[in-house]
């Protein structure tokens, strides 16, 4: 049975949370050290991404399964501009700010499964799997 908790996203603290309970979630599901710190990273990069560009929004964060695997599910949504080119926002060093433009591809890399659902003018979804 999936236990679930959706988390605000409004100001700087709310990412120390959600890096919080993103461990403890991971520690749960028994992920070991290195698959934690990879999963609570890039749910940090993304909570940060949508707290600075996209104005703040909420994570869901869900211990489940995925393919009969203990796995660790994180929702994080914004109400921003969107992104109007999602595979461009995907390269390595593209930025719209002034980061280091690392965040969404070095996430994708640290996970086992990554998407993105976004449009200009609708605000920003990103779904991040990681499981054991």
């Known amino acids: 049975m999936a236990k679930t908790q959706t988390l605000p996203l409004q100001q700087e603290t709310d990412i120390v949370l959600i890096r919080q309970q993103v461990r403890k979630a991971a520690e749960s599901i028994r992920l070991g050290i290195i698959s934690q710190t990879k999963i609570v990273t890039a749910a940090s990069e993304i909570a940060r991404n949508a707290l600075i560009y996209g104005g703040g929004g909420e994570c869901v964060l869900e211990e489940t399964q995925r393919n009969g695997k203990p796995a660790v599910r994180l929702l994080i949504k914004?109400?921003?501009?969107g992104i109007a080119d999602i595979e461009r926002a995907m390269v390595?060093?593209?930025?719209?700010?002034?980061?280091?433009?690392?965040?969404?591809s070095g996430s994708r890399r640290l996970v086992d499964e990554f998407s993105i659902d976004s449009a200009a003018g609708r605000g920003t979804a990103i779904e991040l799997w990681k499981w054991r």
């Open 78 to 81: 914004d109400n921003g501009p």
């Open 92 to 104: 390595d060093g593209y930025t719209s700010g002034n980061g280091l433009g690392l965040g969404l």
